[in-house]
C-alpha cells in the first residue's frame, strides 16, 4: 500500500454505550483502512457496528456512546499552488466533537449520506435552502453564488428540472429524487471521504440502480473516495473494490472484493454467502441458514465473536482465545484461529 | 389456459379496488388512487404464486382483497371450499366470511407491529383456536403443539413477544396463521424485516411447513431473489395492473413484458465478475392516482411505440401458461436473468 494514497486509518477503534442495562460494545476493536478514490464496502447485519463505525468518523456517536480507545487518522491533504502536495494527519478521534476543527472537515472533507432521505431533511425547508446552506457555511458564498451552484450540482446528479425541483420541499419528491437530493448536498463542497450508510435500502430496485450508477459516475469524475455500508451483499458486489465484513463489533475478514466472493475464509462469510437466496439461480428449494441468532448485544465474553454460531467451531481455542487478525493472500486478512 | 379447474385453488377476476381522494371538509371525492386496477390470476392448490413489484404497485392491495381485510371494489375471487365448491369471496355475508376465513391465514411483514406487547403466546397463537371454542388444556397442547412446528420451545408460551428477536416473532407470526389448519396463506413480504442469516431460516420454515400440510403460499415480496427461491409460479405487478404471469424459471430465463426485463436487471447480483450492462429505466413509478394513458409503463419503456401511450394492452396467453400483457411480446426478444458462475 502506497502511503501516499493512504485516506483514513481506523486503528482498533472501540465505541461503546453505556447504559443502564450494560455495556453495548457496538464497535469493539475495529480496524481498517481507505485509499484516495476507492470504494470501500463495509458490510454486516444489523448490530455488527458499521453504522457506529461511520458516525465514530464523523465523530457524531449519540450519547451514551464513547470512543473509549483507539484512533481515526484522517490524511488531509492540502492544495498548494495548485498541486497537491501537503497532507497532514489529523487524529479525528483527538477533535472536541463540536468544536471548530470536525465542522470544517464534516460535510464538507468527508460528507455523508444516510438510508432515509425523508428523515435526513428539513421537511420546513426547501431543497434549495438545504442545498445553499452548505455553500454559504462551508465555501463563504452569498445567497445568488450558492444558489447558482446549487443549481449546477442537482443538474449534476441528475435531478429532473433542477430549476423548479430546487425551490420544492422534500414531500413534494419522490423516494429517488430525494436521494439525489441528499446526494447533491454532501457533494456540494467536493468531499475526498463520501460515508454512505445504507443508501439505497429504502429506494426500489429499480430506483436503486439509478441511484447505484449515479453514484458511481460521480465518483469518477470528482475522485473522492466512498465507504459504502450496507448489509445487501449483491450492492457490495457490484460497488466495492475492497471490503470489511464485521461481525459483532469486530472485523473479521477483509479483501478485495473479488477474494471475498469467490475466496471467503472466515466461517461467517462463507455461511452468510451460502444462506442468501441468488436470483440468478434455481437451487432445490432449502438454504443453508446460519443456526441460531445474533446474542444479546450486553453480553461480554472471550473468544471468538461468532463461536456461538459457527459451523468449524473448535470448543478448545474458539471459547477462550481471541483469534488474531491473520494475513491469508495479499491485502488479504482473516480473524479466525483456523488460518493461525 | 390449459390449467384445469380441478388443480386450482383460487381464482382472482379483474380484482379492483380503488381508493377515493377525499378534498375539504365536505370529504369530495376528487379522484381515486387506482391501487389494484383489474388484476386476474390463479393459484394452483398446493403451489406457491409469488407477487412481485415495486412499492405502490398494489401487491399487498391485492393480497388483503384476498382475505376480504379490505373489501375490493369489483371483480371476482373464487376460492374452491372443500364441502361447498367454488365460492365467491366478496359475495360472503359475515357469517359465511368468517366460516371461510379458517382456510385462509395472513403473515405480516413487520413482526415487531403485528404481535401485541400485551399478550404471551398463549394468547397471541391461541387466539384463533378460542375463536372456535377450544380452551383449558387442550388449547395449551395446541398451542404447544403448534410453537413446536416453528421450531419455538412450548416452555415460551406464557413469555411476551419482547423477549424474542425478530426472527423467531415471525416463527410466531407463523404458528398463529397455522392455528386453524388453513390452506391458503397469503405471506406479506415475511423476511424482509429480517436480517439476511436469520431469512434463510424462515423460508426454510416455509417450505418444510407447506410440505408438511400441503399448504397453498401467496407470497407478495419485492425481492426478486426471494421470489425465484421460493415460488412455482410469479406474478409481475406494475401500477396496478398484472404486467406477467409464468411459471418460476419460464419467467426469469424468457421474459416477455419489458418491465420484467428491466426489474430482473436492476437487481444487484452477489458476484463482483458478473459485470453486465444494467437496463437503466428513466424517471419513477406512475402515480396510480394519475397514471399514463395506454400502456401504463410506456413512459419509462426502451421498446415503446406509439400503440402503447394510446391502447392498453391486454393480459393474454402468449405461451403455454406464460401470461403477459405488452403489444409487442411476440415480437421483442428480451434478456432473462444471468446465471452466475460461482458456486453457489
Redesign the interface.
Same mark, same amino acid.
Given at each position: 500500500m502506497d502511503k501516499q494514497d493512504l485516506l483514513l486509518e481506523v486503528k482498533d477503534l472501540k465505541t461503546y454505550f453505556f447504559l443502564e442495562e450494560g455495556t453495548v460494545r457496538a464497535v469493539d476493536g475495529a480496524s481498517f483502512h481507505l485509499m484516495r478514490g476507492e470504494t470501500l464496502g463495509i458490510v454486516g447485519e444489523s448490530g455488527c457496528g458499521k453504522s457506529v463505525t461511520a458516525q465514530s468518523i464523523l465523530r457524531i456517536v449519540p450519547d451514551p456512546g464513547k470512543i473509549t480507545e483507539g484512533e481515526i487518522i484522517y490524511h488531509r491533504r492540502r492544495e498548494d499552488n495548485g498541486r497537491f502536495s501537503l497532507t497532514e494527519n489529523v487524529v479525528l478521534t483527538d477533535l472536541a466533537p463540536h468544536g471548530p476543527e470536525i465542522r470544517a472537515i464534516r460535510g464538507a472533507e468527508i460528507a455523508m449520506v444516510f438510508q432515509e432521505p425523508m428523515t435526513s431533511l428539513s421537511p420546513v425547508h426547501t431543497m434549495g435552502q438545504q442545498i445553499e446552506e452548505s455553500f454559504i457555511i462551508h465555501q463563504g458564498m452569498n445567497k445568488a453564488e450558492a444558489r447558482e451552484q446549487s443549481l449546477d450540482i442537482l443538474a449534476r446528479v441528475g435531478m429532473p428540472k433542477p430549476e423548479q425541483t430546487i425551490d420544492s420541499y422534500p414531500h413534494q419528491l419522490s423516494g429517488g429524487m430525494r436521494q439525489r437530493g441528499v446526494i447533491a448536498m454532501a457533494l456540494s463542497c467536493n468531499p475526498s471521504l463520501l460515508i454512505a450508510d445504507e443508501p439505497t435500502t429504502a429506494l426500489d430496485v429499480t430506483t436503486q440502480a439509478q441511484i447505484l450508477d449515479l453514484m458511481r459516475h460521480l465518483q469518477d469524475e470528482m475522485g473522492m473516495a466512498i465507504m459504502f455500508i450496507t448489509h445487501d451483499l449483491g450492492v457490495i458486489a457490484e460497488m466495492a473494490d475492497r471490503v470489511v465484513v464485521m461481525y459483532l463489533g469486530k472485523v473479521v475478514e477483509s479483501a478485495d472484493v473479488d477474494s471475498i466472493f469467490h475466496n471467503p475464509k472466515h466461517p461467517y462469510l462463507k455461511a452468510l454467502l451460502n444462506s442468501i437466496p441468488k436470483v440468478g439461480i434455481k437451487s432445490d428449494r432449502r438454504l443453508t441458514p446460519i443456526e441460531g441468532s445474533l446474542p444479546d448485544p450486553y453480553s461480554t465474553h472471550e473468544g471468538c465473536p461468532f463461536r456461538l454460531r459457527c459451523a468449524e467451531f473448535d470448543p478448545v481455542r474458539c471459547h477462550d482465545e481471541d483469534p488474531k487478525w491473520i494475513a491469508v493472500g495479499p491485502e488479504h486478512h482473516v480473524r479466525c484461529h483456523q488460518y493461525d | 389456459m390449459d390449467v384445469s379447474q380441478d388443480e386450482l385453488l383460487l381464482q382472482v377476476k379483474d380484482l379492483k379496488k380503488h381508493f377515493p381522494i377525499e378534498r375539504g371538509i365536505l370529504k369530495r371525492t376528487v379522484g381515486h388512487v387506482k391501487a389494484v386496477d383489474g388484476v386476474s390470476f390463479y393459484i394452483k392448490d398446493g403451489e406457491t404464486l409469488g407477487l412481485v413489484g415495486? =412499492?405502490g404497485c398494489g401487491k399487498t392491495t391485492t393480497g388483503r382483497c384476498i382475505l376480504r381485510a379490505i373489501e375490493p371494489t369489483s371483480g371476482e375471487i373464487l376460492f374452491k371450499d372443500k364441502e361447498t365448491g367454488w365460492v365467491n369471496i366478496p359475495d360472503l355475508d359475515k357469517n359465511a366470511l368468517k366460516a371461510l376465513r379458517r382456510n385462509m391465514q395472513m403473515i405480516f411483514q413487520d413482526p415487531y407491529s403485528s404481535l401485541s406487547p400485551r399478550m404471551t403466546l398463549l394468547q397471541i397463537v391461541g387466539e384463533p383456536l378460542m375463536i372456535v371454542g377450544i380452551k383449558g388444556s387442550e388449547l395449551e397442547e395446541r398451542v404447544a403443539h403448534l410453537l413446536q412446528l416453528v421450531g419455538l420451545a412450548p416452555e415460551y408460551m406464557r413469555r411476551y413477544p419482547h423477549a424474542f428477536?425478530g !426472527? /423467531?416473532r415471525q416463527r410466531i407470526g407463523v404458528a398463529r396463521a397455522l392455528a386453524l389448519n388453513p390452506r391458503l396463506i397469503v405471506a406479506d413480504e415475511p423476511v424482509s424485516g429480517l %436480517? *439476511? =442469516?436469520? /431469512?434463510? /431460516?424462515v @423460508?426454510?420454515l416455509l *417450505?418444510d411447513l407447506q410440505k408438511t400440510f400441503g399448504l397453498t403460499y401467496l407470497f407478495v415480496a419485492?425481492n @426478486?431473489? *426471494?421470489i425465484?427461491?421460493?415460488s412455482d409460479r410469479v406474478a409481475v405487478m406494475y401500477v396496478g395492473k398484472m404486467a406477467e404471469t409464468a411459471e418460476?424459471?419460464e419467467l426469469?430465463t424468457n421474459p416477455l413484458h419489458p418491465y420484467t426485463e428491466?426489474?430482473? =436487471?436492476? #437487481?444487484?447480483? $452477489? %458476484?463482483?465478475?458478473?459485470k453486465m450492462d444494467?437496463i437503466? @429505466?428513466e !424517471?419513477? #413509478?406512475a402515480d396510480p392516482a394519475n397514471p399514463p394513458s395506454g400502456c401504463y409503463f410506456h413512459p419509462r419503456c426502451r421498446y415503446a411505440q406509439q400503440r402503447c401511450s394510446i391502447e392498453e394492452p391486454l393480459l393474454r396467453e402468449v405461451r403455454s401458461a406464460h401470461f403477459v400483457s405488452c403489444h409487442f411480446a411476440e415480437v421483442l426478444t428480451l434478456r432473462g #436473468? *444471468? =446465471? $452466475?458462475g460461482?458456486p453457489?
Amino acid at each position: 500500500m502506497d502511503k501516499q494514497d493512504l485516506l483514513l486509518e481506523v486503528k482498533d477503534l472501540k465505541t461503546y454505550f453505556f447504559l443502564e442495562e450494560g455495556t453495548v460494545r457496538a464497535v469493539d476493536g475495529a480496524s481498517f483502512h481507505l485509499m484516495r478514490g476507492e470504494t470501500l464496502g463495509i458490510v454486516g447485519e444489523s448490530g455488527c457496528g458499521k453504522s457506529v463505525t461511520a458516525q465514530s468518523i464523523l465523530r457524531i456517536v449519540p450519547d451514551p456512546g464513547k470512543i473509549t480507545e483507539g484512533e481515526i487518522i484522517y490524511h488531509r491533504r492540502r492544495e498548494d499552488n495548485g498541486r497537491f502536495s501537503l497532507t497532514e494527519n489529523v487524529v479525528l478521534t483527538d477533535l472536541a466533537p463540536h468544536g471548530p476543527e470536525i465542522r470544517a472537515i464534516r460535510g464538507a472533507e468527508i460528507a455523508m449520506v444516510f438510508q432515509e432521505p425523508m428523515t435526513s431533511l428539513s421537511p420546513v425547508h426547501t431543497m434549495g435552502q438545504q442545498i445553499e446552506e452548505s455553500f454559504i457555511i462551508h465555501q463563504g458564498m452569498n445567497k445568488a453564488e450558492a444558489r447558482e451552484q446549487s443549481l449546477d450540482i442537482l443538474a449534476r446528479v441528475g435531478m429532473p428540472k433542477p430549476e423548479q425541483t430546487i425551490d420544492s420541499y422534500p414531500h413534494q419528491l419522490s423516494g429517488g429524487m430525494r436521494q439525489r437530493g441528499v446526494i447533491a448536498m454532501a457533494l456540494s463542497c467536493n468531499p475526498s471521504l463520501l460515508i454512505a450508510d445504507e443508501p439505497t435500502t429504502a429506494l426500489d430496485v429499480t430506483t436503486q440502480a439509478q441511484i447505484l450508477d449515479l453514484m458511481r459516475h460521480l465518483q469518477d469524475e470528482m475522485g473522492m473516495a466512498i465507504m459504502f455500508i450496507t448489509h445487501d451483499l449483491g450492492v457490495i458486489a457490484e460497488m466495492a473494490d475492497r471490503v470489511v465484513v464485521m461481525y459483532l463489533g469486530k472485523v473479521v475478514e477483509s479483501a478485495d472484493v473479488d477474494s471475498i466472493f469467490h475466496n471467503p475464509k472466515h466461517p461467517y462469510l462463507k455461511a452468510l454467502l451460502n444462506s442468501i437466496p441468488k436470483v440468478g439461480i434455481k437451487s432445490d428449494r432449502r438454504l443453508t441458514p446460519i443456526e441460531g441468532s445474533l446474542p444479546d448485544p450486553y453480553s461480554t465474553h472471550e473468544g471468538c465473536p461468532f463461536r456461538l454460531r459457527c459451523a468449524e467451531f473448535d470448543p478448545v481455542r474458539c471459547h477462550d482465545e481471541d483469534p488474531k487478525w491473520i494475513a491469508v493472500g495479499p491485502e488479504h486478512h482473516v480473524r479466525c484461529h483456523q488460518y493461525d | 389456459m390449459d390449467v384445469s379447474q380441478d388443480e386450482l385453488l383460487l381464482q382472482v377476476k379483474d380484482l379492483k379496488k380503488h381508493f377515493p381522494i377525499e378534498r375539504g371538509i365536505l370529504k369530495r371525492t376528487v379522484g381515486h388512487v387506482k391501487a389494484v386496477d383489474g388484476v386476474s390470476f390463479y393459484i394452483k392448490d398446493g403451489e406457491t404464486l409469488g407477487l412481485v413489484g415495486e =412499492s405502490g404497485c398494489g401487491k399487498t392491495t391485492t393480497g388483503r382483497c384476498i382475505l376480504r381485510a379490505i373489501e375490493p371494489t369489483s371483480g371476482e375471487i373464487l376460492f374452491k371450499d372443500k364441502e361447498t365448491g367454488w365460492v365467491n369471496i366478496p359475495d360472503l355475508d359475515k357469517n359465511a366470511l368468517k366460516a371461510l376465513r379458517r382456510n385462509m391465514q395472513m403473515i405480516f411483514q413487520d413482526p415487531y407491529s403485528s404481535l401485541s406487547p400485551r399478550m404471551t403466546l398463549l394468547q397471541i397463537v391461541g387466539e384463533p383456536l378460542m375463536i372456535v371454542g377450544i380452551k383449558g388444556s387442550e388449547l395449551e397442547e395446541r398451542v404447544a403443539h403448534l410453537l413446536q412446528l416453528v421450531g419455538l420451545a412450548p416452555e415460551y408460551m406464557r413469555r411476551y413477544p419482547h423477549a424474542f428477536s425478530g !426472527g /423467531q416473532r415471525q416463527r410466531i407470526g407463523v404458528a398463529r396463521a397455522l392455528a386453524l389448519n388453513p390452506r391458503l396463506i397469503v405471506a406479506d413480504e415475511p423476511v424482509s424485516g429480517l %436480517d *439476511v =442469516s436469520i /431469512q434463510a /431460516q424462515v @423460508l426454510n420454515l416455509l *417450505v418444510d411447513l407447506q410440505k408438511t400440510f400441503g399448504l397453498t403460499y401467496l407470497f407478495v415480496a419485492h425481492n @426478486l431473489a *426471494v421470489i425465484r427461491h421460493i415460488s412455482d409460479r410469479v406474478a409481475v405487478m406494475y401500477v396496478g395492473k398484472m404486467a406477467e404471469t409464468a411459471e418460476t424459471n419460464e419467467l426469469f430465463t424468457n421474459p416477455l413484458h419489458p418491465y420484467t426485463e428491466a426489474l430482473m =436487471s436492476a #437487481v444487484p447480483k $452477489p %458476484d463482483p465478475r458478473l459485470k453486465m450492462d444494467r437496463i437503466l @429505466l428513466e !424517471g419513477d #413509478v406512475a402515480d396510480p392516482a394519475n397514471p399514463p394513458s395506454g400502456c401504463y409503463f410506456h413512459p419509462r419503456c426502451r421498446y415503446a411505440q406509439q400503440r402503447c401511450s394510446i391502447e392498453e394492452p391486454l393480459l393474454r396467453e402468449v405461451r403455454s401458461a406464460h401470461f403477459v400483457s405488452c403489444h409487442f411480446a411476440e415480437v421483442l426478444t428480451l434478456r432473462g #436473468v *444471468v =446465471s $452466475p458462475g460461482m458456486p453457489a
